[in-house]
């Protein structure tokens, strides 16, 4: 059973798929209706505890769907398992936000993706405008009925890149949604972060300097089309057609970026290197360009 | 007989802290970190304003800042302040702020570094969010043995 689309929203109907995005509004309207859950997802594992929207159940990014021992999301029998226990079907609709604006929503919604899970969605804005709204939070907990959700094998191949495939993409489009100071090598995680696993600073060769929240408008929704258009299109010069991969520092960040243009802007071909610098600035003998400008593709011999 | 040594060397406060998580079902252990979490004593009045008195843990992903006052007894005082957006990570600083406040500066140096492994979180929290805690916990005993008096 599908919920139908969010059609309120005048700036949700200039995107390529208006209904990838619901309002508060609309969310709030259709709480406890049959066919729709909600995610949270946070960067911070006890925010959920703290208060969430009524009925929603939560997906933690790190201890639930990340493999606990090998660098890698969870297999379909994994993913099987973890929908069941949240009570999650098939052919649910999924709504999906979170802290830090939906950066770990987005996530979610991308690795939801890679499972093939057709109708998934973000609350424009995520946690933090819900609460601004002054719309309920609860700290009663989230009972649903366990499901069956089938066993579907993960599907990288479309929506997933891995280094070799960064690799072998080098003249293409490449976004690096980091800060200008990861960027440009002067530091190898974002300022506040703590530094985690990186070897060598920099970028990948040609990859264009698009930091992720420059999608993100001053109410923490997403940026309206026209504005999209000219960060995305005008400014780093992505066009239909060619194929694109964003990556960040693991691969969080740039799912918020692959959500924009995959789903708002409507690129066909994008991938999330989620390997992301902590891959790329420890592996032995790939190319790294420092300083501000994208650099050149190395030659190839 | 390295456990033994572990035993001993821990304080009271920490083990006391250490085993009500590990009595607990994993799944729990994040609720009682969450009490321990709303239980963080706001940072004293004093501080208000100098902010060059606390120093930030940058191995955590919040911004979090702690302070440690070490008495004329050689005794420690530990002070943090982390947003209420960041309950992980307040939790965290509650608990050292609880198990190391009072002890004296050799009873909280003795603490092993290793202790945020030891409280049954690794797999509840991740143990990429642990390492803040354990950031956490080296820096506090940095500016302890800084400002410890005796020698």
Known sequence: MTVEFDTSSPKFAEYAEPGRLVTGEWLEARLGQPGLVVVESDEDVLLY??????????????????????????????????????????????????????????????????????????????????????????????VRERTEYPVVERDDSVLRAYKDDVLAHLGNPLIDVRSPEEYNGSRTSAPAYPEEGALRAGHIPTAKSVPWARAVAEDGGFKPRAELDAIYREEAGLSDGEPIIAYCRIGERSSHTWFVLKHLLGFENVRNYDGSWTEWGSAVRVPIVTGDAPGEVPGRS | ???????????????????????????????????????????????????????????????????????????????????????????????????????????????????????????????????????????????????RHSS
Not at chain 2, 39 to 45: G, K, Q, R, V, Y
Not at chain 2, 71 to 97: H, K, N, Q, W, Y
Not at chain 2, 111 to 132: K, M, N, Q, T
Request: hydrophobic share 40%; glycine share 8%; aromatic share 8%.
């Open chain 2, 1 to 147: 007989m390295i456990e033994r040594m572990t035993e001993t060397t821990l304080p009271a406060s920490l083990a006391e802290i250490r085993d009500e998580f590990l009595e607990l079902p994993e799944p729990e252990r994040l609720q009682l970190l969450l009490e321990f979490s709303n239980e963080l004593p706001a940072i004293p009045a004093r501080y208000e304003g100098h902010q060059e008195l606390l120093e930030q843990v940058l191995e955590c992903q919040s911004p979090v800042f702690i302070a440690i006052e070490v008495d004329d007894d050689d005794r420690v005082a530990m002070f943090a302040t982390a947003p209420r957006e960041a309950p992980t990570t307040r939790g965290f600083a509650s608990i050292l702020v609880q198990g190391l406040s009072g002890l004296t500066v050799d009873e909280a140096l003795a603490v092993p570094d290793d202790y945020p492994d030891s409280i049954g979180l690794r797999r509840a929290v991740s143990p990429l969010r642990l390492s803040g805690m354990t950031g956490m916990l080296a820096r506090a005993k940095r500016q302890i043995r800084a400002k």
């Open chain 1, 49 to 142: 505890e703290t208060g969430h929207i009524p009925g929603a159940v939560k997906v933690d990014w790190h201890t639930e769907l990340n493999d606990p021992v090998v660098r890698d999301y969870v297999d379909g029998k994994g993913f099987a398992e973890l929908l069941s226990s949240k009570g999650i079907s098939r052919d649910d609709t999924v709504v999906i936000y979170g802290d830090k604006n939906n950066w770990w929503a987005a996530y979610a919604l991308w690795v939801f993706s890679l499972f093939g899970h057709e109708d998934v969605r973000l609350l424009d804005g995520g946690r933090d405008k819900w609460i601004a709204e002054g719309r309920p939070i609860t700290t009663e907990p989230t």
